[in-house]
């Protein structure tokens, strides 16, 4: 199986999303610059020294700052170990893969694509994968 590994929802105010989270829930946020977007990384789940959840089935997520450029959703992140065969896999089942794979250093290969319902969905291929 390929398990969902991340969440990404959208953003206005990175500090006063940091703020809510923390708050609300207790989750460390670390901000990342704009090399990486202004991301917000959201632990939401006790990591270990790889930034990698301890307890099986727990997910950590992300926020990325709102834009026209892009659907300002919420969506999910699938693991695979192989990005390209899963592309034409998504293509032959409906899908519609978005751009070329990106590597993201250290997290791995990563795309987006939509899914025979519209949804924006995306996958990732770990380093270690």
């Known amino acids: 199986m390929n398990p969902v590994v991340h969440f990404e929802m959208p953003a206005e105010d990175r500090q006063r999303l940091i703020k809510f989270y923390s708050n609300a ?4 946020m670390q901000e990342l610059g704009p ?6 990384v959201a632990h939401t789940a006790e990591t ?4 990698m959840v301890k307890t099986p089935g727990a997910i ?9 450029e ?6 999910v992140v ?3 170990e192989d990005v390209k065969a899963h592309m034409k896999k998504v293509t032959d089942a409906g899908g519609k893969v ?11 290969l990563w795309v987006v694509f939509t899914d025979s319902e519209g949804n924006r969905v995306s996958m990732i291929q770990p ?3």
């Not at 892009?70 to 969506?75: A, F, G, M, V």
């Not at 070329?100 to 250093?105: N, S, V």
């Open 60 to 68: 950590n997520g992300g926020f990325f700052t709102k834009s026209t």
């Open 70 to 75: 892009q659907p300002n959703i919420p969506s």
């Open 98 to 108: 978005i751009g070329e794979p990106q590597d993201i250093p250290g997290i791995g």
């Open 127 to 129: 380093p270690q994968m």
């Open 25 to 28: 829930f207790g989750w460390k």
């Open 78 to 80: 699938i693991s695979v």
């Open 35 to 40: 090399e990486m977007g202004d991301y917000v």
């Open 48 to 51: 270990d020294e790889n930034n």
